[in-house]
């Protein structure tokens, strides 16, 4: 299909200005319909009306196709399930539309724009929104002043493997960021919120180093001999720290975690096999019970995941489990927010329990990420 010249000409200027957003928005395919009103993506396309969009100028024209890729970056069209689409919908604008604003480009008129949701993630806007129904903008947007850029429903491609597309955008993401860093044309702003997207919090090469030294795990080698000595005379085995062969992983998958931290918890489960040089991770799921489980190796990369559960918490059952299981791991970390009171009996092996909220637990190690 031909798009209007004005199309091909904004989203040129999108990768010039803003490299990040533009490349991304290549990956959409452009699609001129009357169907909708003003614009929106679907995670595959990028839809827009020709009429709305000509009635823009140049340069809110350029923050609209912004707006559309942040739908893409934060993956609301697969995350939407059961909530309520058009509040989803209002709470990705009132998020998105700051970010728009502060990497430094104009947006069309809009009345989802409010400092008041500054630092807050798309759930925590959609839950302030359910809890004060007068906070909800009155009316559907048909002038398209409210929200002017919809997440759509989600595509057959994207509903029938949501993980995969997922794991696609965070490699996709990622590299986009890189390419506009290294151009120098990547907001500091942009740069923050994107390093929590895609980039794990913990240093797991030194944290998982640390658990061998601890449990006698390095040794020497004659293969390396120690290069200090060499120059004496001497050829003295040097010490090594091997590959870490299994560890255990457990994402707790209740209902008190947002979907932004269980996609943050995709990428501590990455490092850990690229950066800590781990061969096996043995992956569960669990709320009150354990609800999926695999085990992961580097060939696993980029990780297709569909989280399960969200429902209650307890440790004790998915801890025993895994003991069970998986009696040989190194350690075993524990993704979660420790809002729990059943943590099971403490396990033969190590424990790190990995959180951003509380720094409480009966036995194991707490890593606190923010």
């Known amino acids: 299909m031909m798009?209007?010249?004005e199309f091909t000409r904004a989203r040129a200027q999108l990768l010039l200005k803003q490299p990040f957003f533009g490349t991304l928005c290549l990956r959409l395919t452009p699609i001129e319909t009357e169907e909708i009103p003003t614009a929106g993506t679907d995670g595959k396309r990028l839809l827009y009306n020709p009429k709305f969009f000509l009635d823009m100028t140049d340069q809110q024209r350029i923050g609209l196709l912004a707006h559309e890729v942040m739908h893409v970056v934060f993956l609301h069209m697969a995350r939407l399930n059961e909530r309520d689409h058009y509040l989803w919908n209002v709470a990705g604008d009132?998020?998105?539309n700051l970010v728009v604003r502060d990497a430094g480009?104009?947006?069309p008129p809009t009345d989802l724009l409010d400092d008041k949701y500054a630092n807050m993630t798309t759930d925590e806007v959609y839950r302030k929104l359910q809890e004060d129904p007068d906070s909800q903008p009155q009316g559907g947007g048909a002038d398209g002043k409210e929200s002017f850029g919809n997440c759509v429903q989600q595509s057959s491609a994207v509903n029938k493997n949501p993980g995969e597309f997922e794991a696609d955008m965070r490699v996709a993401i990622k590299q986009a960021a890189e390419a506009a860093k290294a151009a120098g044309k990547l907001p500091g702003s942009l740069e923050a919120l994107l390093g929590d997207l895609?980039?794990?919090k913990v240093n797991w090469k030194e944290r998982l180093a640390r658990f061998l030294r601890n449990n006698n795990k390095s040794d020497y080698s004659w293969q390396k001999p120690n290069r200090r000595f060499i120059g004496q005379g001497l050829y003295l085995p040097s010490m090594y720290a091997p590959s870490i062969e299994e560890i255990g992983v457990i994402t707790d998958t209740s209902g008190s975690r947002t979907d932004e931290e269980l996609n943050q918890d995709l990428g501590e489960i990455?490092?850990?096999?690229i950066d800590a040089n781990v061969d096996n991770v043995h992956f569960m799921q669990a709320d009150t019970e354990v609800t999926a489980e695999e085990t992961f190796t580097r060939?696993?990369?980029?990780?297709?995941v569909t989280m399960q559960g969200r429902g209650g918490t307890r440790f004790g059952p998915a801890i025993a489990e895994m003991a069970d299981k998986h009696p040989n791991i190194s350690c075993l970390i524990y993704l979660t927010d420790l809002e729990a009171s059943d943590f099971g009996t403490e396990?033969?092996?190590p424990v790190v329990w990995v959180s951003n909220y509380s720094t409480?637990?009966?036995y194991g190690e707490i890593i606190k990420t923010n």
């Open 105 to 107: 480009l104009q947006l």
């Open 270 to 273: 990455s490092a850990m096999l």
């Open 299 to 304: 060939e696993s990369l980029p990780l297709k």
């Open 347 to 349: 396990p033969h092996f």
């Open 94 to 96: 009132y998020v998105i």
């Open 198 to 200: 895609v980039e794990p």
């Open 3 to 5: 798009m209007i010249p």
């Open 360 to 362: 409480e637990a009966p």
